[in-house]
């Protein structure tokens, strides 16, 4: 059994899981997604994105690939994180889509 | 038009039509901020749509970073008055100098957001590169 520590990514293989509904109007688009693969870019931790928790998984650090998503207002992210740095990553992308991007 | 100097990637953005490029390179400032080096340059030396080598070179003087500059181009002489830039550059600097095959809008958005996390010459061309991928 994995103890409760085994979740807290640090080197290991076992992502940390988080997701958080889009709130500002344009959803995924342009902008936003270059705001977010910016942020994504600030941390060494590899970070995935999804519209389900099964995936599939998209590079955050990708701007085209982020933009692919499509994502609407009001759909629900699913973030994938693993690496050193991931935890602050994690906190990083989650408060950026809650703050709307800073558009809403 | 110039801004910013760092040790990003720069880009250039080279069009038939300056207000094409102008535009592109307002929307890479507003999307993408000012931590990338960035020159646009357009029209040939009359004035009219077209490209000049000349006005090419001093783009890439302006954006240039010693990680390299990245050129989106737009339609057939864009690209060969660019490549035709890109030798006339001095030895050094040449090999740090490419010109991406993307679209010139979306490229130059896309090569500027990689550009703007530190991402190598490759990584940036790489990632403009996959709008057609």
Redesign the interface.
């Known amino acids: 059994m994995p103890d409760a520590n085994a979740s807290r990514a640090t080197e290991s293989s076992v992502p940390l899981m988080a997701s958080v509904v889009l709130v500002n109007p344009v959803g995924l688009h342009a902008r936003p997604s270059v705001k977010l693969t910016q942020c994504a870019k600030g941390f060494a931790a590899r970070i995935e994105l999804a519209l389900s928790a099964e995936g599939p998984w998209t590079d955050a650090k990708s701007p085209v690939k982020v933009m692919r998503v499509k994502a609407p207002q009001g759909a629900t992210l699913h973030f994938r994180v693993t690496g050193a740095d991931g935890e602050a990553a994690l906190a990083a992308v989650l408060a950026l889509v809650r703050d709307g991007f800073g558009e809403s | 038009m110039n801004t910013s100097n760092s040790g990003n990637v720069g880009i250039v953005i080279v069009s038939h039509s300056p207000k094409i490029a102008e535009g592109a390179a307002d929307m890479v400032r507003q999307?993408?901020?000012n931590a990338v080096p960035l020159a646009w340059t357009g029209g040939d030396i009359d004035g009219g749509l077209g490209t000049n080598v000349a006005g090419i070179l001093e783009a890439i003087e302006t954006a240039w970073s010693p990680a390299g500059v990245a050129i989106l181009v737009d339609l057939g002489g864009a690209e060969t008055n660019s490549e035709m830039a890109v030798e006339m550059l001095p030895e050094d600097r040449r090999a740090r100098v490419v010109v991406c095959n993307a679209p010139v809008v979306e490229g130059a958005?896309?090569a500027a957001?990689?550009s703007?996390?530190?991402?190598s010459l490759a990584a940036v061309k790489h990632?403009a590169e996959?709008?057609y991928?």
Do not use: H, N, R
């Open positions: 999307m993408v901020g958005v896309i957001t990689e703007s996390g530190g991402s990632s996959e709008f991928a």
